[in-house]
Structures are given as structure tokens and as C-alpha cells.
């Protein structure tokens, strides 16, 4: 053990004031990089860490067929097990003659349909949109090509007007969503104001599924 120790000692007298310079600009370099990649990680809109996975399971789901209202489409709607208030049976709210549709299910459940026509890249557009804005921070859940679900989350030092009360975090979540039915596309959404983070599952999982009639 002492004569490790000697060597030790001999060693570091080896070290002279001359050596440690010579080795500055790599330690400079080192922590310099160290640095860039801990403020990498900046405030983005995929820096959260929170996702969602869709499965294929739709236990809790019942289907529904929707040509009775000008769309040549089935989709799967939570069922009373869910969890969700869903007692009643869906109610599907269609104007004659409008392109527009809303999907009850409960006082929670409200997806929105609307009929776009030969535009594909709806989903694209609406994150141009979300990128616009300057009010809420915006977290994915899930980014896809043609299915988004998203936190928004107030920056309350964003807005101009804001009291000196707001204080309280204010989040909500969404999902934004795009289908192609017989050359036609749809645009499927949850409300403006969002809704939890269990809804939005569940409504992420109706659109996954809708699909042509057979």
C-alpha cells in the first residue's frame, strides 16, 4: 500500500504547472460542450416527456354506423362502461344539407365532424396554426400524420392583459385528427376549450377508428 502510494505521489509531481496548460483548451472545449448540450433541451413543442399509445382494444366501445347522416362511415364510440358518463346512447347532431356533424356521448364525450373535400393535409395546417400562436405552450402527445393530441398549457407572461391574479396553471387537452372516406376528407376534433386527459384518449381512439362502410 505505501509503495502504491509513492508511485502516486511520484506521478503527480510529473504534473508540473507547464502540463496542466497544455491541457486547459480541452477542458475548456469539454465544458463548453457540456453546457450547449444542457440548454439543447430548450422549451420546445415535443419536449414533454408525456405520450400516449393507442391499442386496438375497444372493450368499452360500441360501434355505430353513420350513413343514415350522409357519411359512408362506421366509427367506435365509449359505451356506459366507460367511465365517462356515457348512460345514454350516441347522439349524432346533423343539419340536412350542412357539412358539419357532432357526436355526442354523454355531457363529456362531443366530437366534431366536418367535411373538407379533397383536402389531405388538414392536420399539417393545424399545426402551422398551433405554431402561430404566442398564448399557450403546446405539448404532443401524439404527432402523427394524420392524428395529433396535444396539451395546451396558458403562459400567462405571454398575454398583454393578464391579471396579477392568474397565477393558476391552466391546461386543457385535445385532438385534432383527419380521415378519407371514399375520396372525401374529414376533419375530426374535440372541442375549442379541450377537455381531460381521459376523454381525449378515449375520442384519440374514435377517430383511429373510423372507416369506410363495408
Not at 496548460?21 to 408525456?50: A, H, Q, R, V
Not at 397565477?167 to 375520396?183: A, D, F, R, T
Request: glycine share 6%; hydrophobic share 35%.
Amino acid at each position: 500500500m505505501i509503495t502504491i502510494y509513492l508511485e502516486s505521489l511520484n506521478q503527480m509531481k510529473k504534473i508540473t504547472p507547464k502540463r496542466i496548460l497544455s491541457f486547459s483548451p480541452l477542458i475548456i472545449l469539454f465544458i463548453i460542450l457540456s453546457i450547449s448540450s444542457c440548454g439543447s433541451s430548450g422549451d420546445t413543442e415535443n419536449s414533454g416527456k408525456d405520450t400516449i399509445t393507442l391499442d386496438e382494444d375497444y372493450y368499452e366501445f360500441r360501434g355505430i354506423s353513420l350513413k343514415e347522416f350522409n357519411i359512408p362511415a362506421t366509427i367506435m364510440l365509449p359505451d356506459e362502461t366507460a367511465n365517462i358518463g356515457a348512460s345514454t346512447k350516441p347522439e349524432v347532431i346533423h343539419a340536412e344539407g350542412n357539412f358539419l356533424w357532432d357526436i355526442e356521448v354523454g355531457p363529456n364525450f362531443n366530437l366534431h365532424i366536418e367535411d373538407y373535400g379533397d383536402y389531405t393535409d388538414m392536420v399539417e395546417y393545424k399545426k402551422k396554426e398551433l405554431k402561430k400562436q404566442e398564448i399557450f405552450k403546446i405539448n404532443y402527445l401524439i404527432d402523427e400524420k394524420d392524428l395529433i393530441v396535444y396539451e395546451r398549457i396558458l403562459i400567462v407572461k405571454g398575454l398583454k392583459n393578464a391579471s396579477s391574479k392568474v397565477g393558476v396553471k391552466h391546461n386543457s387537452y385535445h385532438v385534432y385528427g383527419q380521415k378519407v372516406i371514399n375520396g372525401i376528407t374529414y376533419e375530426l376534433r374535440s372541442r375549442d376549450e379541450g377537455n381531460e386527459k381521459m376523454i381525449i384518449e378515449l375520442m384519440a381512439k374514435s377517430i383511429q377508428s373510423f372507416k369506410p362502410s363495408k
